[in-house]
């Protein structure tokens, strides 16, 4: 398989999720990947996320791998080294002196709408706005989330530019015609994206409406009115240079209309399919510094301007690869 280049940083900056609250109970201990480092997650006796690196500075054990929770901390499952949640070592059980500088590295860690996020910044930033609680999550009016995940071949800031891309929902996922699309940019920076569309169902289309609003690279939350309404918590996390974690988290308005609980699975169908659809593109695609666009196609070009604003790092130029469309070139 070809190499596949990218001019721009793989890891952005800001929240990104890494773990469903229900995934790591009381003394949880979860080994990560993300961020091209390997990082374990716990819980501490008190109940709080704790994400510390994985590899105890001892002599190297990684600590997601039969580490255990013991108070505010994880003991290594090596030699017994305890690291307390914020990266010092606080007790070794059979020395009498803890080495000077015992320490290794934590991550900001936050808790919200059943989902666990870490905050990530190249540059060792502190933690920026926190991703919004979300009324509807744990209303007995709305269904609990129902999780999808994929990992893709890709990098993020590509992957991006599908919100925008209104044209593709009639060319690759069959809808009857390109959506409207409205933006619209609230004081913090945060994008919101709104689109009137016929939505797919087993009595046929049925017109709706998706708004979408990002709260930095990791975390969009999309609105889906139509027979049913529907809740969509989009949040990617990059694993390596080459791969994105990608996991939506669905929820509908409950209902007892049994035609419309129908319509509703359907839409839920359609919309993994769509995602599915999206990554075979994703995964083949080659990005292009300079593509020739229309004036149809869309902000695509501003959106690539203020993505930029979440990466720390140059964007380097595949200009020379593109030169005048030589076919020589690809």
């Not at 480092?37 to 105890?56: E, K, Q």
């Not at 169908?269 to 990005?287: A, C, G, P, S, T």
């Not at 695509?300 to 469309?325: D, N, V």
Request: hydrophobic letters at 35%; one cysteine or more.
């Amino acid at each position: 398989m070809r190499e596949r280049h990218w001019p721009f940083p793989a890891f952005p900056n800001g929240w990104f999720q890494v773990a469903y609250s229900d995934e790591l109970g009381a003394g949880g201990v979860e080994p990560l990947e993300v961020f091209g480092r390997d990082l374990v997650l716990f819980r501490d006796g008190s109940g709080a996320p704790r994400i510390l690196d994985a590899h105890c500075r001892h002599l190297g054990a990684h600590m997601g791998y039969g580490g255990e929770v013991d108070g505010d901390g994880l003991r290594c499952p090596f030699h017994g080294w305890l690291w307390n949640g914020d990266g010092a070592c606080t007790e070794i059980p059979y020395a009498a002196k803890i080495p000077k500088g015992a320490r290794i590295g934590s991550w900001p860690v936050h808790e919200v709408n059943g989902l666990v996020y870490l905050w990530h910044h190249a540059e060792g930033e502190a933690a920026g706005p926190v991703p919004p609680a979300i009324d509807e999550v744990g209303s007995e009016s709305w269904t609990p989330f129902t999780k999808l995940r994929w990992k893709v071949g890709s990098r993020m800031y590509d992957m991006g530019e599908n919100a925008v891309d209104h044209v593709h929902f009639k060319y690759l996922h069959g809808a009857s015609g390109a959506p409207t699309l409205d933006q619209k940019t609230d004081e913090d920076g945060n994008v919101s994206n709104y689109s009137e569309m016929e939505m797919t169902t087993p009595k046929g289309p049925v017109p709706g409406s998706i708004e979408s609003r990002g709260f930095g690279p990791g975390l969009g939350m999309v609105r889906v009115k139509g027979v049913v309404d529907t809740i969509i918590l989009n949040n990617s996390t990059p694993i390596d240079e080459e791969h994105v974690d990608v996991r939506f988290s669905y929820m509908q308005r409950r209902t007892e209309d049994l035609r419309a609980q129908r319509i509703g699975e359907a839409m839920l169908r359609d919309l993994k399919k769509q995602m599915e659809q999206d990554i075979v593109v994703f995964e083949h695609k080659r990005y292009w510094t300079k593509p020739l666009l229309v004036a149809e196609d869309g902000p695509i070009g501003e959106y690539r301007r203020r993505a930029r604003k979440h990466y720390s790092g140059s964007f380097a130029s595949l200009e020379e690869a593109e030169r005048e469309g030589d076919p020589k070139s690809g």
